[in-house]
C-alpha cells in the first residue's frame, strides 16, 4: 500500500465533497468459481482500495462525515483461516497503516447501520456491480435486492470521480510500471507472430509475463488475428501470413493499477503494401492525438481529429470518398472506425466505469452523442491535468457491418463499396498507448513501445 498519509489525505478531500451522512464502502468478497472453495483470484473493489488501501477480502469501510469517524469492519483470522491461508498481518494493524484508528467486527456493521437509519442518517454507497456486494446492502440498508442500484449516492458518485479522475506522483508510477510490463508482454508477442503459431501460445506467454511481474493481467488479453472483433477473446487460430496480429493486452501491478496498451503486428513481422497503408493511417491518428491532448480540451475533439485522419487516410486509398469533414460529421468513418479514441485508466482499465460511463466521461457540457460510433466514446469531456486517458484508434473491416450498410447503400456518397470488397478479409488494426496529461501536453507512460513500421520490422526480423 501507499504511505498513510496519502490515504487520510484521500479520506479528508471525500469528507469535503460529501455534504452529510455516512459513506459506505463495502470492500469485495471471493466470488466461487465452480464450487465454494475453488475461488475466482481476488480482485479488491477499486474505490475501496482508493480510500482504504487494504487488499483482502470481506472489509468494509465506513466514514461519519458528521462526526469525522472512520472505521474499517472486518473479521480477524481465526486459527482455522491461519491453517489453511497462512498467518496475514491483522486487520487492526492494516488499518493503522492507512491512517484509521477503530476497526470492528464485520457483524458490528449491521447494527451500526440499522441505529444510523434510525436516527434519520444518509448512508451513501456507491453502484454495486456484484451480486454479493448487491445481496450485502440490501441485507444491511433492508432495501430489496433487485432495485439496490436505485439508491445509489450521486453525491458520492461525483465526489469519488473527482478525486479518482486525478492521478497523483504514486499513482503514476505505478501505471507506468505496467506500461513496462506492456512493454514486456508486446515485445514477446510481436516476436512470436510467425506463420503457424497458434493465437493462445502467445496469449498464454505473455500472461504468463504479467503474472511473474506482480499481478495477473489487468483484463481478459485480447490475442487475435480476427482484430476486427474489437473485444475478441478467443485463441484457436493459426496465424497465418497477411493478416495482422492485434494484442490488446496490459498488467495490473500489485496495487491493483493497470496498463492497457495494442500493439498490431503483421504475421511474419513484414508489412505488405496494403498493410502499411492502413496501419499508417492509424499509427497518425494515434500520433495526432497525442499530440493533440491538452488540459482544457474536450477529448470528443481529439477523437473527432482522429476520424478525420482515419477518413481522410481511407480516401487516399479509395475506400472512402467526398468531402471528409462532411463524411465524418455524419459518421460514414465509423464503418470502418465504430469505437471512441478512448478512456480513462487507472485502478480499473476503464477507469471508475462501474460508476457509471456518463458519470465519468460527461458532465453537463458534454453529453454522451448518439450517433453510431461516436455513442462508444467513453470520454467526452475537457480533459483536466493529471488525467490518465488511454489514445487507441483503430481500422477495422467488419464483413457483416459491411454487408449491412452496403444493402443499405448507407453513406454510399462517402464510402466506396466496390473498393471495400478488396478488404473485406483484411482484419482490424488498432494502435492503443497511455497517457498522463500534463501542463506540457500528452506524455506516452513508459518504456516506449515499438509502433512505426520500421521499428516493429526491425524487432521482428
Ligand atoms: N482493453 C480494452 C480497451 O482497450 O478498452
Ligand atoms: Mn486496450
Ligand atoms: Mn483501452
Redesign the pocket.
Known sequence: MFKKEVYTERRRKLMEEVDSGIVLLPGNQDVPFNYPANIYTFRQDSSFLYFFGINQANLAGLIDIDNNEEIIFGNELTIGNIIWMGSLPTIKNQAKNVGVDKTQPLNDLQTYIKKAILGGRKIHFLPAYRHKTKAQLSELLGMQYSSINDYKSDELIKAVVKLRSKKDKYEIEEITKMVDVAYLMHTTAMKMAKPGVVEREIAGAIQGISLSHGGPV??PV?VSTNGQT??NNYYGNILKEGRFLVT???AESEMSYAS?I?RSTPVGGKFNSKQKEIYETVLKANVEAIKDIEIGKPYRDTHLLTAKIIAQGLKDIGLMKGDIDEAVAVGAHALFYP?GL??MIGLD??DMEGLGENNVGYNNEFKRATQFGLAFL?LGRRLEKDFVV?V?PGCYFIPDLIDIWKSENKHSNFINYQKVEEYRDFGGV?I?DDIWVTENGGEVLGKPIPKTVDEIENLCQ
Open positions: 489487468s483484463f485480447i474489437l473485444h490488446d493486452a496490459g492497457d495494442t469505437h478512448g478512456h482499465v476503464h467513453r488511454t487507441e488498432r492503443e
